[in-house]
């Protein structure tokens, strides 16, 4: 399990329910680079490339553009 990809120990949300939103939207996000096989790379890779690629990121997100 990969606990560390968004650095969450260094986040300062500590107001009202941001904490648990933020938290409910990083496991979203890990789960779908985890499901995402159609390349060999890992959670940090994947992260990078979604962001300099969006075609890999729509990819990841399942949606057709």
Same mark, same amino acid.
């Given at each position: 399990m990969?606990?560390?990809?968004?650095?969450?120990d260094?986040?300062r @949300?500590?107001a009202?329910?941001a $904490?648990q939103n933020?938290?409910?939207l =990083?496991?979203?996000?890990l !789960? /779908?680079?985890?499901n995402?096989?159609?390349?060999?790379?890992s959670? @940090?890779?994947?992260?990078?490339e $979604?962001?300099?690629?969006?075609?890999? =990121?729509l990819?990841?997100? !399942? /949606?057709?553009?």
């Open positions: 990969v606990r560390f990809a968004f650095s969450e260094a986040s @949300k500590r009202g329910n $904490a933020y938290s409910i =990083l496991k979203i996000a !789960n /779908l680079l985890k995402e096989s159609s390349k060999k790379l959670m @940090k890779s994947k992260r990078l $979604a962001g300099w690629n969006e075609d890999y =990121l990819k990841i997100l !399942n /949606l057709k553009v």
